[in-house]
């Protein structure tokens, strides 16, 4: 039989709290020559004849140590080698060496900011840096690349950077925890169990009768009272959503990485048609000014 109790479908109230950082904030673009990499810097990595020595110098600068027994340190120190590399194939200058490296390395770092996703946010980020250093504006920016390096830079990070996004997104941002709790509007919430609770009611029984006594004792507990229809029912009806609402957040995540892996092809034929647009744009300003 069941209680004489009317079951009331009663609306159930999940609190979200996820332990995890905020969405990054609007980061503004600025001159970034000899912000990471100082002359003396480049000097000692220019010194270098092979990649170990250039990491090693790279290790000591930015404290990556532990770069050939950690994981995420090892993808930094590969972030940075070729980096530097690209630069040296392209004959940059110590400038232009320093500031491209600062784009990468800000780029990083606010990708790993935090574990939503940030896709859109780090690439305006990156391509506001640029400018910073493609256009005549000071203090606000200065030419320091020309519009076919403009155009090098940024076939170089999306090719080598942005189609890894979520790589990095992975190695270097923590998982998203969720602390899932219900509380079920006129039902008292059950207290947590306390030792002192848990200790009540246990007899004491000698350990010499208990060794002779086991089975007797397992047939003498208290069994525990059967949990009612109404509320195996009410269980039941509880888990069914639960696990609805989990299948809803499933399809969710996809169909949002699926669009946004879709824009970000959309922006980066934008940026790979329209860089060298604008820079032949800004050379040619540049040339009548001059």
């Not at 990471?36 to 990556?64: C, G, P, Q």
């Not at 256009?135 to 942005?162: G, M």
């Not at 925890?177 to 509380?183: C, K, T």
């Not at 069994?223 to 969710?252: D, F, N, W």
Request: aromatic residues 8%.
């Amino acid at each position: 039989m069941c209680s004489s109790r009317p079951l009331l479908i009663v609306p159930v109230i999940l609190n979200w709290k996820f332990n995890i950082r905020p969405r990054p904030r609007n980061h503004k673009a600025k001159v970034s020559v000899w912000a990471d990499l100082t002359v003396d810097d480049l000097d000692r990595i220019n010194e270098s004849l092979n990649a170990d020595h250039i990491k090693m110098v790279l290790a000591d600068i930015f404290h990556l140590d532990d770069h050939k027994s950690s994981l995420k340190t090892g993808i930094v120190m590969d972030l940075y080698y070729y980096t530097l590399q690209f630069a040296r194939e392209n004959r940059f200058s110590k400038e232009q060496t320093s500031a491209f490296f600062s784009i990468v390395k800000k780029t990083h770092e606010v990708c790993i900011e935090t574990p939503f996703g940030n896709l859109d946010e780090t690439f305006s980020y990156f391509k506001e840096l640029v400018l910073c250093h493609a256009v005549n504006r000071p203090p606000h920016s200065i030419e320091l690349f020309t519009a076919d390096q403009v155009r090098l830079i940024t076939e170089y990070t999306v090719n080598s950077y942005f189609r890894h996004f979520k790589m990095y997104k992975y190695a270097f941002t923590p998982m998203v925890r969720l602390d899932l709790s219900i509380n079920y509007i006129g039902i008292p919430p059950t207290p947590a169990p306390s030792e002192a609770d848990e200790g009540e009611g246990e007899p004491a029984v000698d350990e010499t009768t208990a060794e002779g006594e086991g089975e007797q004792a397992e047939t003498e507990k208290t069994p525990e009272p059967e949990e009612s229809a109404a509320r195996k029912e009410l269980r039941g009806m509880i888990q069914t959503y639960l696990s609805e609402e989990i299948k809803k957040m499933k399809v969710s995540m996809d169909d949002q990485l699926k669009t946004t892996e879709e824009l970000l092809s959309k922006k980066l034929d934008v940026a790979e048609g329209g860089g060298a647009k604008k820079g032949g744009r800004n050379s040619a300003k540049g040339t009548k000014k001059k």
